[in-house]
Structure formats: structure tokens, C-alpha cells
């Protein structure tokens, strides 16, 4: 009988193949007899780098090639950050399991050669460079006289850029820093009050094709119910909002103390508005709740900022990377 070969879709960058390489080696440890094969798929995300998220406009920036790979049969799993899947998987394909969340909150990054600690000692005017716009709008909230500086490219790229800049630090989330090793570049864990993470931030999505069943086994091994409540409230929520990187959403679900708990936002594109809330319940209700919690959000004055950033022709079209 031959022995058995899984190929792993993944993207190419130092991040992506971390977690791809942590992945095939938890199944290698739990299916020893079973060979497992990286393949690396460059995404559109990777090859447009001259613009913003935001301008871009394409569903599945990060997943939508390696999607494809799985349909036609050229890989049997793709690793994603689970905040690059679109909240609609297409047809045919499933999230097979999701796994232990890393921390979820963002960080600062200071400039190497500046002594700055946290956000709150920048001086005015100071630059800060970041990608996204949940993190611009929430930064421009909590410190509107800084400058924010456009952002794109690896996390090896960015923080080349950052050290070859006259920036005085950038934001990115923790869990990528730590996976790469990078912790003692941390000046500051921007707190939940400040900046709200994005969906699905610091957990891995493992997406498989829907009707392969032993592959739903195999991964499902991997599956962390704990983690899967928190991001499934607030995948509801996103979808709801019909948000995606051109819209500042920032949201955390968690099970505490027996609850679900869901603390979300939706933001103006400079900051000035922004709409806070919370809801809890029954984890087993937290897709629920979600839904519920982003129709309140729309009730209390989301809507208008919402219908403001789409006139403005910030069309919502895929997840902040």
C-alpha cells in the first residue's frame, strides 16, 4: 500500500511559511505515517505591494490562488492567518479547524535608534507607520496629532523600512512578532481600550475541501473549541457589517468566566468618529450574538459611517491582512 501524501498550500513570506511549518509539524507528530508537502502560491496580496489594502479592491487578497490550488486538487490544505479569510468560503471548501489563538492584541514597534517606550510619549507630530486602516483609525483616535505613514510588504520588509526610515515606530500584531521571534522589538502591548484587534487576529484558519473527509479527521485534531467560539462571534459580526480592509473594524470575542464575551467597533476612515460596544451570552450563541451585537453597533451610528465611507467609494470587499 503506498503511503500517504498531504501537499500544503501556503504563501511564500517568512510568517507564512511559520505557520505552515508549525502546522505540518503537528500533524507529521500525530500522523507519522503520512508524508506532508509544502507548496507555496503567490496571492495577489503578494505581488501588488505599491498599494494600500484599501485601493487594491479583490475579494481573498492572501487566499483566493491557493483556494484555487484546493479545488482542482493541486493541494489537499491551505494554512491561513484566519483574519486573511474571507467570511463567505467559497463553494466546495471549509475552514476544517481553527487553532489555539495566539495573544491577539497589537504592538508598537519604536524605532530602533529612538527611545520612545509607548504611544503615549510620542511627540506630536511623531510618524507611525501601519498598513491597515482599523489601526490608523483607532491611532488617530487615541493621538490625532501623530502622522500616520502608509505601510505594506512582509514583516522582514516592514521592518527593514522601519530601521532604514526617519519613522518613529509602526504597529503590528503581536502574534506575528512572537511567532518570528521577535519579542524583545516590542516597546509597547497597546492595550484593548486603545486598539481593538482585527477578526480572527492571532489564529490560524486550516482550510480543506469540504467533502474530504479524511482530511476534516486529520485536521480537525488540531481544532481548539475555545478559540473557535471567540472568532466565529466575530466573523458574524464582520459579516453582518458586510466589512472587510476598507472599513476600520476592530472586534475580540472570548469565553470568560463561563460567558461569551464580544467587544467591537466600526470607525470613521480619520478617526474622529467611532463606534463602541459590547454584548455577552452563551458561548454556544456567540455567531448569534455577533449578528446581534453589529446591528446594535448599525443602530447606535454605524450606519452612518458606514454609508459615508462607501460613498466615498471605500467599497467593503475583503479582510484586513
Not at 83 to 92: M, R, W
Not at 155 to 163: A, G, I, P, V
Not at 261 to 273: E, Q, V
Not at 280 to 286: F, I, V
Request: net charge neutral; with cysteine.
Amino acid at each position: 500500500m503506498p503511503a500517504e501524501t498531504m501537499v500544503l498550500g501556503t504563501r511564500g513570506s517568512e510568517l507564512a511559511l511559520w505557520q505552515s511549518k508549525f502546522i505540518q509539524s503537528k500533524l507529521s507528530t500525530l500522523f507519522p505515517s503520512i508524508t506532508i508537502k509544502l507548496r507555496i502560491i503567490k496571492t495577489l496580496g503578494d505581488k501588488i505591494l505599491d498599494s494600500p489594502l484599501s485601493k487594491i479592491g479583490d475579494k481573498g487578497l492572501f487566499t483566493k490562488e491557493i483556494e484555487k490550488a484546493l479545488l482542482d486538487g493541486t493541494i489537499d490544505i491551505a494554512v491561513h492567518s484566519l483574519k486573511d479569510i474571507p467570511t463567505q468560503v467559497p463553494d466546495g471548501l471549509m475552514i476544517g479547524a481553527i487553532t489555539e489563538r495566539e495573544d491577539v492584541r497589537d504592538v508598537f514597534i519604536a524605532h530602533p535608534d529612538k527611545p520612545h517606550i509607548k504611544i503615549s510619549s510620542l511627540p506630536s507630530g511623531a510618524k507611525v507607520a501601519t498598513g491597515s486602516l482599523r489601526r490608523k483609525c483607532q491611532l488617530m483616535h487615541h493621538r490625532p496629532d501623530l502622522e500616520i505613514i502608509d505601510i505594506r510588504g512582509n514583516l522582514n520588509t516592514r521592518m527593514k523600512r522601519l530601521e532604514e526610515s526617519d519613522w518613529d515606530g509602526m504597529i503590528l500584531a503581536k502574534a506575528g512578532v512572537m511567532r518570528l521571534g521577535w519579542e524583545e522589538r516590542i516597546a509597547e502591548v497597546i492595550p484593548f481600550e486603545v486598539m481593538l484587534p482585527a477578526v480572527g487576529q492571532g489564529a490560524l484558519g486550516i482550510e480543506i475541501r469540504s467533502r474530504d473527509d479524511g482530511v476534516r479527521k486529520k485536521v480537525g485534531t488540531l481544532h481548539d473549541d475555545s478559540t473557535a467560539v471567540g472568532v466565529m462571534g466575530e466573523r458574524a459580526l464582520l459579516r453582518t457589517l458586510e466589512g472587510g480592509c476598507q472599513i476600520p473594524i476592530g472586534a475580540y470575542g472570548r469565553k470568560t468566566n463561563g460567558k461569551f464575551r464580544l467587544d467591537a467597533l466600526i470607525g470613521s476612515l480619520d478617526g474622529k468618529r467611532i463606534v463602541k460596544g459590547h454584548i455577552t451570552g452563551s458561548p454556544s450563541d456567540s455567531v448569534t450574538l455577533g449578528v446581534q451585537l453589529a446591528e446594535q453597533l448599525i443602530e447606535r451610528g454605524g450606519k452612518e459611517i458606514l454609508d459615508s465611507i462607501r460613498t466615498a467609494g471605500q467599497e467593503p470587499l475583503s479582510p484586513e491582512a
